[in-house]
């Protein structure tokens, strides 16, 4: 096996892919995306509300970017008020 080969191959493993977590526009009540956003990320209100306006004006917005196994996570909770995500 080459040098190249050896680095991609290490790079490969140490490195996991990183995902984003996108949240899209929905026909929720306002408070309750913000909460439920909260409740998923543990962001400020704030934040919260930052991510839903951009769901808002631009049909999705980038909740979190990161390991698969803690958009799993996140994105249970969303679903538990039926928002709409995808993992990509």
């Known amino acids: ?31 309750q995306v913000i909460l439920q ?8 209100i704030m934040q919260c509300e930052q991510i839903a306006v951009i769901a808002h004006t631009k049909g999705k917005a980038v909740v979190k970017s990161g390991q698969s196994e803690e958009l799993v996570k996140i ?5 538990e008020i039926n928002l709409v995500t995808e993992i990509q």
Do not use: C, R
Request: hydrophobic letters at 35%; charged letters at 25%.
């Open 1 to 31: 096996m080459g040098t190249l080969e050896q680095h991609l191959s290490i790079t490969d493993i140490e490195s996991p892919t990183i995902k984003k977590l996108i949240l899209y526009n929905s026909n929720h009540i306002w408070e």
């Open 37 to 44: 956003l909260k409740k998923a990320t543990g962001f400020d």
């Open 75 to 79: 994105t249970n909770v969303l679903k």
